[in-house]
């Protein structure tokens, strides 16, 4: 079961039943030459992910297991990746750890090196047809394992009654466990920031 919290009726704790809880923060990168319109936009959605999640939790309970994409490390090791990567995420996790939060891995280290040798490889623009089937054939089959192991490491992390909080980018077509709910966090700031996108998209489309 999935909720959108950024369209809910502040619901009531005890209309959830017990359970595993997953609470998904779609994840955006603000990057070293990021236009300011967009550096804005981004703030403003960090703000108000804080807000939804400072209201899930006086609700529902603290969070007990907190997950970061790209992340195969747990404990202050971890938290110091997520710092040199992107440092609004970073702030989200953090204030989550310093209440008592365990921060834990979610990245096999194999399978995540391997997904970025391939997707650069696709990147760089291959110019052979026959290496851009093989390369895209390596990718593909490299999300799914990566997807997979995601989503058992998940399952096996968070306990019970626990409540886990994932932070990764749209699109992962991630097939979470059905006993576990899922709650998406869906500030009114994500809408800008996916017409932003939609706007550069057709931007870049009209020069071409």
Same mark, same amino acid.
């Not at 804080?50 to 529902?60: A, G, K, M, P, V």
């Given at each position: =079961? ?82 040199? =990567? ?29 997904? =970025? ?62 006993? =576990? ?28």
């Amino acid at each position: =079961m999935s909720e959108e919290l950024g369209k809910l009726e502040k619901p009531e704790a005890e209309t959830f039943k017990k359970g595993r809880k997953l609470y998904f923060i779609p994840l955006f990168y603000s990057g070293k030459d990021a236009p300011a319109d967009y550096i804005e936009k981004l703030k403003i959605y960090w703000v108000q992910v804080e807000q939804q999640i400072n209201s899930l939790e006086s609700r529902l309970g603290q969070i007990n297991k907190i997950f970061h994409e790209y992340i195969p490390e747990s404990g202050e090791s971890g938290l110091k990746l997520i710092k040199e =990567m992107n440092s609004e995420s970073y702030e989200v996790v953090k204030n989550r750890i310093e209440k008592g939060t365990q921060f834990e891995a979610l990245e096999n280290h194999d399978l995540l090196t391997e997904f =970025m040798d391939w997707g650069s490889c696709l990147a760089i623009g291959l110019q052979n047809q026959h290496v851009v089937t093989k390369v895209y054939e390596f990718y593909a089959d490299v999300v799914k394992k990566r997807n997979e192991y995601i989503i058992k490491h998940l399952d096996e992390t968070i306990k019970g009654d626990e409540i886990g909080m994932l932070l990764m980018r749209e699109g992962h077509k991630l097939q979470f466990p059905p006993d =576990m709910e899922v709650f998406y966090v869906s500030p009114p700031a994500l809408d800008d920031l996916i017409r932003w996108f939609r706007e550069q998209e057709a931007k870049q489309q009209t020069e071409h």
